[in-house]
């Protein structure tokens, strides 16, 4: 697993590699999933974009709570 960081207001990539043991073949495969994740000056999420396509989008009201 690997993780970058920025300062606030910038993005976090958090990256996830699974090994998967194939007893059969005696081989393996293997898994990536990636996870970008986006803040606003707050240092509150703003975005959570996957590798597969997927992608949540957070907002917040004028007292910091999350509307969406």
């Known amino acids: 697993m690997s993780l970058t960081a920025t300062g606030p207001g910038g993005s976090d990539t ?3 590699t699974n090994y998967i043991t194939v007893t059969s073949g005696g081989g ?3 898994t990536t999933r990636v996870i ?3 803040y606003d000056p707050l ?3 703003t975005d959570a974009a996957y590798s597969t396509g997927e992608q949540f989008e957070y907002q ?3 007292v ?3 509307t969406a």
Do not use: E, P
């Open 14 to 16: 958090l990256t996830r």
């Open 43 to 45: 240092n509150r999420l």
């Open 60 to 62: 917040y009201d004028a």
């Open 28 to 30: 393996y495969t293997t």
């Open 64 to 66: 910091g709570n999350r």
């Open 36 to 38: 970008s994740y986006t």
